[in-house]
């Protein structure tokens, strides 16, 4: 079993700043890509960011320039870091994982619990 643990999230004002973490723990073999995704009241969950496992990123239009993703592959943790926050920021945000617990193919696809970002004045 993967587990995904998030730590972060909070209250802040609009223009400030919050960061998120997310470690895996558990029988990895390999870790691909790793996401962050957040779910907005009444929305669909939509994917924020993405990081490959050799560094590349992939940031959503709404916070590039904002948001930064990063990664520490031999602590299997992602991070989150958002800047300039804006109301419109306020979701809950899920990290999402996969790759294989064995050489022989078998994988995993595992999301975090999930940490509440409230973005008011």
């Known amino acids: 079993q993967v587990q995904l643990v998030e730590s972060g999230g909070g209250l802040v004002q609009p223009g400030g700043s919050l960061g998120h973490s997310c470690a895996a723990s558990g029988s990895i073999f390999s870790m691909e890509d790793m996401e962050w995704y957040r779910q907005a009241p009444g929305k669909q969950r939509e994917l924020v960011a993405q990081?490959?496992?050799?560094?590349?990123?992939k940031i959503v239009d709404s916070v590039k320039g904002r948001f930064t993703i990063s990664r520490d592959n031999g602590k299997n943790t992602v991070y989150l870091q958002m800047n300039d926050l804006k109301p419109e920021d306020t979701a809950d945000y899920y990290c999402?994982?996969?790759?294989?617990?064995?050489?022989?193919?078998?994988?995993?696809?595992?999301w975090g619990q999930g940490t509440q970002v409230t973005v008011s004045s």
């Open positions: 990081i490959t496992v050799y560094g590349a990123t």
């Open positions: 999402h994982a996969h790759g294989f617990i064995s050489p022989r193919g078998n994988r995993f696809d595992t």
